[in-house]
């Protein structure tokens, strides 16, 4: 049976990301963020907080144009960890590996850092139509 191991989230950021460097040099950040969700017929509200890691161009990206407080999207997969901790427990952890990371929110709000805005989609209008179209009778038959 095949799988499928896909999440997207958005939410804020709970403190701000710090790079850091694997013994081979690879950047790398863990991060947590808030994601709230509703429940009880959605009458209420509860806030989980979730692990996020970033690897090598996004660890960069998280680093140097987020902070705490600030909304972010995550795209990514689901991955359980287990290792034994210094009192020789077996230890577990869940988190997302962010394959994607972007920006949340306003175009006015401004982006960290001097990030430059994104560039808005050319408006190119309603396409010029030029001649006349066929009317066909519901009597003609279809070519196929």
Do not use: H
């Amino acid at each position: 049976m095949a799988s499928f191991n896909l999440v997207v989230l958005i939410g804020y950021l709970v403190a701000d990301p710090e790079l850091k460097n694997t013994a081979n040099g690879i950047p790398v950040t863990s991060f947590r963020i808030g994601v709230t969700r509703k429940y009880g017929q959605g009458e209420q509200q509860q806030t989980d907080f979730i692990d996020i890691v970033c690897w090598r161009k996004n660890a960069e990206f998280v680093t140097k144009y987020f902070s705490k407080g600030k909304p972010i999207l995550v795209r990514g997969s689901l991955q359980t960890r287990t290792w034994t901790d210094n009192n020789n427990n077996k230890r577990y952890t869940t988190e997302v590996v962010a394959d994607e990371v972007t920006f949340v929110g306003r175009k006015d709000e401004g982006l960290p850092g001097g990030m430059p805005a994104a560039t808005q989609m050319p408006n190119y209008g309603t396409p010029k139509v030029e001649g006349s179209f066929e009317e066909l009778s519901a009597d003609d038959e279809l070519p196929f």
